[in-house]
């Protein structure tokens, strides 16, 4: 089993402007491993990564993770083969860091529809961050699927507005149908949707497991594309 963590750093949702921190992770086209697009600084073994583009593949000849990223390509020798789910949290498909203070220790690696590696490990760790992850969609057609589990909550299924959110937020909310977003270019768009704007925080997706992520950049122009379907209010 998964050593007991102190906390994880996962997202239960209320409203999507609430924070979380994490990473996208997607099937590497090296087979047996996973990409991941790391938003912080960490650490493997006593190497310094910095944030960026990672991959991770388990060789099961050496019983190592190969790390390839930040400029580097390390071997990470398997300490000990973990099973999942742990308890409520299905770890598949995750990378687990060891947190104390600021620094951040690659410490389990979850392969999707395998175990996990634990291939680290920071003593006293105060907390733990999961990067979960999440497919890349490539089709106009996921555009709704991905509406409906991000934007819908707060503008509605069809865009034209939740009055529970208009109530939460003591304002109404924009109408994604209106001539004030419909005007927006896709560049506008864009950016909102990364970076998010006044009390609206970066549109994040809610996984099954309750962990939260930033959209990857594939599934952005897909919600555009749908939101642009919504058409604009008479």
């Not at 927006?184 to 992520?213: A, F, N, Y």
Request: proline share 7%; net charge neutral; charged share 20%.
């Amino acid at each position: 089993m998964a050593k007991p963590c102190n906390e994880i750093t996962i997202m239960k949702i209320r409203w999507p402007l609430m924070c979380g921190v994490f990473g996208a992770l997607t099937l590497s086209a090296l087979g047996s491993g996973v990409d991941a697009d790391v938003p912080f600084a960490f650490r493997i073994g006593e190497r310094s990564m910095p944030a960026g583009k990672y991959s991770f593949v388990y060789k099961e000849q050496e019983n190592a993770v190969l790390v390839r990223g930040g400029g580097a390509e390390v071997n990470l020798p398997v300490r000990t083969r973990l099973h999942g789910p742990s308890g409520a949290l299905n770890l598949e498909g995750t990378l687990v860091f060891d947190r104390k203070d600021a620094v951040r220790l690659l410490a389990e690696v979850w392969m999707p529809r395998e175990d996990g590696f634990q291939v680290g490990s920071l003593p006293d760790a105060q907390n733990h961050t999961v990067v979960q992850i999440v497919d890349r969609p490539t089709e106009v057609s996921a555009g709704p699927k991905i509406f409906q589990q991000t934007c819908q909550v707060c503008h509605g299924p069809e865009g034209k507005g939740n009055p529970a959110a208009d109530e939460f937020f003591h304002k109404q909310l924009p109408r994604l149908n209106s001539a004030y977003v419909q005007d927006k270019s896709d560049g506008d768009l864009r950016e909102i949707i990364t970076q998010g704007t006044g009390r609206m925080d970066p549109v994040r997706l809610q996984e099954s497991s309750g962990v939260r992520h930033t959209l990857p950049a594939s599934a952005i122009d897909p919600v555009i594309a749908y939101v642009r379907t919504l058409g604009r209010a008479p």
